[in-house]
């Protein structure tokens, strides 16, 4: 099967994910093998909560802005296009616009469990991101 798509539209269906086990079977964008993310970040934009027992291996790729990455006792900033990181499982993760960004996510495997919904409450022992001006 083929399927062509342009990725903002495309992105904006699913929260920014092109590929992955949230696809329908049946759809060639279907993938339980890895997950593709076109991520879209308003400046100011930070991640609702840290990622904690992380199970996949990650790559993230600047298109275009400015894009911190947080992990414990270290922050990464992607500033200039092409640049990215890579982490492993394991590692806890957060992030945070520093200017309107667009970043390309790449994570395998593809499995459940990793959304991000807003807190309907702060809370109270999530580690502060401060933010940029």
Request: no cysteine; net charge negative.
């Amino acid at each position: 099967m083929i399927y062509t798509g342009k990725a903002g539209p495309d992105a904006a269906a699913d929260r920014g994910w092109l590929l992955g086990h949230f696809k329908e079977t049946g759809d060639p964008r279907h993938s339980e093998d890895v997950e593709i993310k076109w991520g879209v970040h308003p400046r100011g934009e930070e991640r609702a909560r840290w990622v904690t027992g992380e199970h996949r291996t990650a790559l993230q790729v600047l298109i275009s802005g400015r894009f911190r990455l947080e992990f414990p006792g270290r922050t990464v900033v992607l500033a200039e296009q092409g640049d990215y990181v890579v982490w492993g499982r394991g590692v806890d993760h957060s992030w945070y616009a520093e200017e309107d960004a667009v970043v390309l996510t790449v994570r395998w495997p593809s499995v459940p469990g990793y959304r991000a919904d807003p807190p309907t409450d702060p809370p109270s022992d999530r580690p502060s991101v401060p933010s940029t001006p």
